[in-house]
Structure formats: structure tokens, C-alpha cells
């Protein structure tokens, strides 16, 4: 089974990627999605979350903004939650991948936001990294409600630059291009993957 990462900066297509993906038929892993179930009512990150960060549980369930607030421009607070939530995440991650195995799907993916930064890519077989250019990006984040560049710049740098994730990718998708031409894209990169890391594994044992 083929394991995809899916990431890209914010503002860049990512989660219309996903929903491609679905469309598709292959099953996604919503790493965003996990993180909202692990800190909802009931979630298994409340208590730590409580512990590390009095105050922010209301109802049995953190208040992500109450959250933001404490962690949002300060590294080393940004820092202790991401030790509390990024075990459970990537456990959640493995149950997914373990599951899809059991079924014999063919492909599954991972998507997750920070995924270069957090060394997910070590779990994937391949990366696809979604990018658009730079004015495009700028006007989808900020018709978004209650951000502002000074919140954009804020959350770019807690991400790897865009140009740095392109140089890494194994499939780039460019959804600067409208959603029927990073669709075509998308289904035909996913077509050709297969021949791909066939001919990269003969490489590898042939060196």
C-alpha cells in the first residue's frame, strides 16, 4: 500500500486537494480534523491540556481560542502543546494507515498541515505538496474571518516557505491554475506513481 503525504502552505488548495483525493476514492487522513476530535468534549488531549495550560477547558472541551491565545506568538508555550498533541495525532495517524492496510486499500493519505516541519515525511512513500502563486495566496487567506496580514505573517513563520516544500515535493500541484486543471494534474501524478517508485526502488538496489 502507498502511503501519500498531502501538505502546503495556508492559503495554497490544501483541502480542496483532500477533497480531490476523495472524489478519487482514496481515503485521506485529516491531521486538522483529529487535532479538533482530540481537543473536543470527551477528546483525549483535554486533561493534558488543562494541566499545561490552566484555564482554557470550558465544559470539558478547550477553547481554542482561549488556547490561541496563550500559545499564538510564544514559541515555547506553541512548543508544550505541540508535545502534548503530536504524539496522539500521529498515533491516530498509524490506527488509519493500519486500518486502510487491513481493508487492502491500495493508497492512502496523510494530510497534514505541518508535515515537512514535524518529519511526517519519513512516514510517506511519497509528497504531494499543493502551491499557488503568491498574490492568489495572500487574497484567499485574508477573505478568511478575523485574519489580518499581521496574523498571516504570524502563522508563516511557523511553516517551512512554500519555495522550500516545491524543492522537496515528489508531486507538485499548482491550484493557482483553476480546480479542473490541478484536478487533471492530480489524477494523472497519482497514475504515473506507481511506475515511479518502482523505477526509484530499482535505482536503490541497483546503486
Excluded: W
Aim: hydrophobic share 45%.
Amino acid at each position: 500500500m502507498i502511503v501519500l503525504g498531502l501538505t502546503g502552505s495556508i492559503g495554497m488548495g490544501k483541502s480542496t486537494a483532500a477533497a480531490m483525493l476523495r472524489r478519487i476514492g482514496i481515503p485521506v487522513h485529516d491531521a486538522d480534523a483529529a487535532v479538533h476530535r482530540l481537543m473536543a468534549k470527551g477528546g483525549a488531549a483535554v486533561p493534558a491540556i488543562e494541566a499545561a495550560f490552566p484555564g482554557v477547558v470550558r465544559d470539558g472541551a478547550v477553547d481554542r481560542k482561549a488556547l490561541g491565545a496563550k500559545v499564538f506568538g510564544h514559541p515555547q508555550e506553541l512548543q508544550r502543546l505541540e508535545k502534548i498533541l503530536h504524539p496522539m495525532v500521529q498515533a491516530v495517524a498509524r490506527r488509519f494507515v493500519q486500518h486502510a492496510r487491513a481493508q487492502r486499500r491500495r493508497m492512502v493519505v496523510l494530510d497534514i498541515p505541518l508535515l515537512y516541519e514535524t518529519g511526517g515525511e519519513k512516514r510517506c512513500d511519497a509528497v504531494i505538496v499543493v502551491t499557488a502563486p503568491r498574490f492568489l495566496q495572500r487574497a484567499r487567506v485574508l477573505a478568511r474571518p478575523n485574519m489580518t496580514p499581521e496574523r498571516l505573517t504570524q502563522i508563516e513563520k511557523l511553516q517551512m516557505p512554500d519555495a522550500e516544500k516545491r524543492r522537496r515535493a515528489d508531486i507538485l500541484i499548482n491550484t493557482g491554475l483553476g480546480r479542473r486543471t490541478a484536478f487533471r494534474a492530480l489524477r494523472r501524478a497519482l497514475s504515473e506513481l506507481p511506475g515511479r517508485q518502482k523505477k526509484a526502488q530499482q535505482k536503490r538496489r541497483a546503486s
